[in-house]
């Protein structure tokens, strides 16, 4: 296996274990994980498997690189390589960042606007991560499977964005206007 394919798996556990520990963290703490949706179920949640897929695709790639039709030059695959450890740098640190209001979806509790970590560069770090990291699926996979995912569950997931920010205009008025004029949306 190479050493960019070790690299791209890496992150991906990396990315993993947080995540199950901040899922092992929301459950001691009796939160759910799981809100809801901000755009009508079906896109939201087809925006999500989109996503998955084409990060599924990507490990895929990295433990079998013979799939596809595309050879990709070695420098292209290390172009991707560095924006999947990017993009899972950008999550685990909105991750923790967000603690326990993480959330898929909008809160039913009480939550605080967070504006330490990245969200002080970036009013939404995480969806940033994830649109990093499918760039790079599609640079390291340029399957056509994998491209029409991509851009699918990218397109839906700045829906999603969009209704998160409603949502928090409308909880935290003021202070989020605020926030929102200056910081950028993404970058």
């Known amino acids: ?10 992150s991906f556990s990396l990315l993993g274990i947080s995540l199950l520990l901040l899922g092992f963290l929301l459950r001691n703490k009796s939160r759910r994980f799981l809100g ?10 087809s925006g999500k ?12 790639k990295a433990i079998f690189p013979k799939i596809g039709y595309v050879e990709v030059p070695p420098a292209l695959s290390w172009v991707a390589t560095i924006l999947v450890c990017a993009g899972s740098f950008i999550m685990i640190c ?6 326990t209001s993480l959330k898929v979806g909008l809160p039913d509790e009480e939550t605080i606007l967070k504006t330490n970590g990245l969200y002080r560069f970036s009013r939404n770090p995480l969806y940033l991560g994830v649109f990093i990291i499918n760039i790079a699926s599609c640079l390291y996979f340029p399957d056509i499977l994998n491209i029409i995912c ?19 205009d409308e909880r935290f008025g003021e ?8 910081v950028r949306l993404y970058l």
């Not at 498997?49 to 895929?60: D, E, G, H, P």
């Not at 909105?94 to 603690?99: N, T």
């Not at 699918?152 to 920010?165: A, C």
């Not at 202070?175 to 200056?182: G, L, T, V």
């Open 150 to 168: 991509s851009i699918y569950g990218i397109i839906i997931h700045h829906k999603i964005t969009l209704g998160e920010e409603q949502f928090l």
């Open 94 to 99: 909105s991750f923790f960042s967000l603690g």
């Open 49 to 60: 498997m989109a996503v998955f897929t084409s990060w599924i695709l990507l490990m895929l």
């Open 36 to 45: 809801k949706p901000t755009i009508d179920n079906i896109y939201f949640y």
């Open 1 to 10: 296996m190479q050493i960019h394919s070790l690299i791209i798996l890496a």
């Open 175 to 182: 202070r989020w206007r605020e926030y929102k004029s200056r």
